[in-house]
Nanobody, 118 residues
Framework: QVQLVESGGGLVQPGGSLRLSCAAS????????MSWYRQATGKERELVAT????????NYPDSVKGRFTISRDNAKSTVYLQMNSLRPEDTAVYYC???????????WGQGTQVTVSS
């Protein structure tokens, strides 16, 4: 059974930091490009960052560049999202997604809530 389980969300003050984790099971983790998305209430889900199987990083959108960093540990089958200098507009449910490098099949986690508020 394939599972992606996010953790690390919570309530943080503006300017604070959080590190999200997404642990995968039931898949060959190194065969998947991994991404983080977020969805704020009333808005469409948006891509935040992608890390390829080889570890190359593709970041979106401009609003998180320089503040968010995606990384992966294939030995732990885990992808991370380090979020610094958080802003109220970063408030959203954050989801991880895995995409198989040949089949294109995708798996999604259940999401973790991040709330940035004083």
């Amino acid at each position: 059974q394939v599972q992606l389980v996010e953790s690390g969300g919570g309530l943080v003050q503006p300017g604070g930091s959080l590190r999200l984790s997404c642990a995968a099971s039931g898949v060959t983790f190194s065969s998947y490009a991994m991404s983080w998305y977020r969805q704020a209430t009333g808005k469409e889900r948006e891509l935040v960052a992608t890390i390829t199987r080889a570890g190359a990083i593709i970041n979106y959108p401009d609003s998180v560049k320089g503040r968010f960093t995606i990384s992966r540990d294939n030995a732990k089958s885990t992808v991370y999202l380090q979020m610094n200098s958080l802003r109220p507009e970063d408030t959203a449910v954050y989801y991880c997604k895995g995409r198989h490098w040949t089949s294109g099949y995708e798996y999604w986690g259940q999401g973790t809530q991040v709330t940035v508020s004083s």
